[in-house]
């Protein structure tokens, strides 16, 4: 195992840096369980990181002490084709899984934008994707391995759904997850569709948009894109020859089924949106297509890594109250004529009861908002908008909480989350300031 006491952390957004004491990459459970051990004893603290460059914002990562990346617990263990479900150690990269579930035929079903994280970085911040029937990334996971503060391998599967529901999602403060088994599904391919419209088209028909697709992702540009502020981009992703429902209108004059904004079939970077629209040789008065085409689902679901530093805040609010927050946000960015590096980008993911999921117990609306040099602005007036909304934050973007509004949020499942920490780490060697001012 390689440990290093000269390290520097810094996440992928640019926005969290610090040196641990110690930072440590694991090469086995052995491994993990030392470290823990080695914590106990000494009375210090550890706190954990996926991916080595963490495409997180959230401060549950801070630490003066150690510092653990599962990077080098990268590997696939075992397939139950059968079942459809595989065992892979918690580093391995979702862009990496993806690639290995292929292999015998398997796929995920969902995937959130991109594909950096590890599987346990994912799943314990409740990475999502879209699709109001569908469940996020913790869902599909049916078992899981983790070293908890005792230094002791605990092995929780459905048959013990009291644990796993508080460990799907855990923000790092039961222990260190080490395996996770996966129900997959069929590998398949999904048809993407990408229409333009204005703000004013979308927010009306958002309850018949979630009946007649699969998923549905909305792109909401509060600068000018086309010559026009509140340009938005209404994306869907459905098995192949779905109906077209309420979008059927909008197929017209620029829109051409062979357009794929731009040289090939991959999904929309960014970048490629911009030029794209920007370059379109009629400004649409209408709603229109704008690209459609068929792929394995990864690359549908999914987009590059943006190259455009930013920073995001994200709430999940009771999908009911969509069309308010939007019309709501709306009226705050005209008022302050503000603008957003990147678009607001509006999901929808099913409920589920995992303890500290967004998503528990209800369907919910995702909203982010992702910006760069006037991020506390932009942030200062959308969060108290999400949580005047009965919003609760993505765990892994920034956010401003007080434990008496977690316990708010989340009722019974806070007090049922912080009796389970109690248990697995009663020496709080995964507190930091963060964890302790919200489940201690």
Sequence with gaps: MKCSDNHTFENWGQTLSFKPKRFCQP??????????????????HVRIQGAERSHSWSQFVLTNDTLVNLDKLNKPLVADILKQQYTVQAGIRIKDLVKVLALDGLGMRNLGSIMEQSIAGAVSTGTHGTGLRIGSIATQIVKLKLVNGKGEVVEISEADMAHLRAARVNVGALGIIVEVTIQCVANYDLEFSAYWCRFEDVTDIIPALNAENERVRIWWFPKPLLGLRHDVVITTMNPPNSPRGTLGAFENLTGSPGNK???????LDIEVLFTALGKLAVKPDSSVLLSRFTANYVQVLTLPLPFILHRECEYAIPVENTRDALVRLKQIMDEGDFSTTLPFEVRFVAGDDSLLSPTHGRGVCYIGANTMENANE???????????L????????????????????????HAEFTGIRAKFDPDNVFGNSLIHELFD
Excluded: C
């Design 261 to 267: 904004m731009g040289s090939s079939n991959l999904p």
């Design 27 to 44: 090469e086995s459970v052995q491994d993990v369980i030392d470290i823990v051990q080695q914590a106990r004893a000494a009375g210090s």
């Design 390 to 413: 009965d919003g609760r934050p993505h765990w892994g973007k920034h956010f401003t909480m007080t434990r008496e509004e977690i316990v708010k949020l989340y009722g019974g499942s």
């Design 378 to 388: 932009i942030f200062q007036r959308f969060e108290p908008l999400m949580k005047s």
